[in-house]
């Protein structure tokens, strides 16, 4: 990487750092999560983005050149022959299920049925082998035949792919362009992926009447495993937070969030902070009932993505105290206002919200595809003028890739531990040598499990 090159990527990373802390900076960052604008703009279809790394990467590089103002963004799709290779229910692809200039639907149903709590508690992967994945994975609904053979093989190559495509475009952004990332690695509150992945919403509302003990039960029994992958995808050196997309809690009575949203999404993301980490959290839809919560997480940890559903001002005198937080700006402004109206929006944000730190410009939750370009324009110029705080630099980055003393994780899970297959086999050599790579293999494979 170029010197300076190098310093833009620690100035905007610093800046960015520092705004999560609540610690001071000298400007207000421009730091977007989602920017499905960057995608429409490029004039490339969702298709042709999402199944064409090379387009990917040039998407995200020439929209960094296009705002060089800009702190750090992302376009947030998936490579999607991953899903092809196993047929993969649980999205409508574009180009494959819907207009290739659709972005990605989730279909969420009922992939759990309501008398499976136990199983899945118990013997979580024979649930999965046995139950969910022939019901999510089309290739997979005749287990044990050729088809569904040849999709798991297809699918660990794919997920090598996955995971090489992913670090040369985030080495590109840096190395070209100085871009650092807004989030890296994913975490998830249990209720959201019980509710999410397993039972749909119309089944988690019943549960939580009909079978509570089991809702919770279930929560505490997905933790381990959530907290698990949010370490094999995080950052190593934690330099950006972990990603969490809240989605159920904009339904949830006070009492049904306390009883069984809360307490296991509270318990993960401390864990996770103890261990040096933070997060970059979505609160989807209208978080208010709820978000006195907030507050209660170690301060300067969390970054809070506002949704337009909620009141942003509110927000502030709720939890900004403690937590920075992002958005205020409504997305119909950003597609149907004008510039003038964008600008006067971002000036009173800046001067109420973010006037003494703590606040970074979004819309909700993300920056709509249908965003006028000028209305993006004036948005990043009205941050440029209205939003400084000092003439000096911005602090340096900071990354710490060592677990504190004293952090105790819970234990990956796999499904044939090295005691049994080593039981198997003689061993003249180096038995570490081999233990290190089968363990670390089999909780690869096990966290695979958990990523469908």
Known sequence: MADEI????????????????????????????????????????YQEIM?????????????????PELDTFRTNLQWSPNWDVVDYRLYKVPGRDITPKSLQQFVEAEYMKEDEYRLMIDDPVTFRMERYLPRILGEFKER??????????????????????NRERGARLA???GMPQPVMGNFAAPFDFLSDNLRGLNGIMRDMFRQPDNVIEACEALLPDLINRALATADPLKRYPIFVATHKPCFLSPK??????????????????????????????????????????PRG???????????????????????????????????????????????????????????????????PED????????????????????????????????????????????????????????????????KKNWERLERMAYNWLLSW
């Not at 199944?51 to 705002?67: G, L």
């Not at 050729?146 to 660990?156: D, V």
């Open 175 to 177: 190395a070209e362009v």
């Open 371 to 434: 965003t006028k370009p000028e209305n993006f324009r004036a948005l990043i110029d009205a941050v440029m003028e209205y939003g400084r705080y000092s003439d000096g630099p911005p602090p340096e980055p900071k990354s710490n890739p060592n677990i504190p003393p004293g952090v105790k994780l819970p234990e990956p899970r796999v499904v044939t531990p090295w005691e049994i297959k080593k039981a198997e086999w003689a061993i003249p050599g180096d038995e570490e040598l081999i």
């Open 144 to 165: 044990g035949s050729i088809r569904s053979y040849m999709a798991f093989l297809k699918s660990g190559m794919a997920q090598g792919i996955v995971g090489a495509i």
């Open 6 to 45: 190098k310093a833009l990527f620690n100035q905007r990373l610093g800046r960015y750092q520092a705004a999560i802390a609540l610690e001071p900076t000298d400007r207000i960052p421009i730091a977007f999560n989602t920017t499905y604008f960057a995608e429409k703009a490029s004039g490339y279809t």
């Open 256 to 297: 049904q969030f306390d009883t069984f949203y809360w307490p296991t999404f509270k318990k993960g993301v401390e864990m996770l902070i103890e261990a040096g980490y933070t997060f970059r959290v979505f609160l989807e839809g209208n978080w208010g009932p709820h978000w006195h919560h907030i507050a209660e997480l």
């Open 51 to 67: 199944y064409d790394p090379e387009i990917w990467a040039k998407v995200e590089i020439e929209f960094a050149k296009k705002y």
């Open 301 to 367: 940890k969390v970054l809070c993505d506002i949704d337009n559903e909620a009141d942003i001002f509110e927000a502030k005198k709720a939890f900004g105290h403690q937590q920075c937080i992002t958005g205020g700006i409504p997305n119909e402004m950003l597609i149907l206002g004008t510039p003038d109206e964008v600008r006067a929006r971002v000036k009173l944000l800046c001067e109420t919200v973010g006037k003494d730190g703590g606040w970074i410009p979004h819309g909700g939750g993300h920056i």
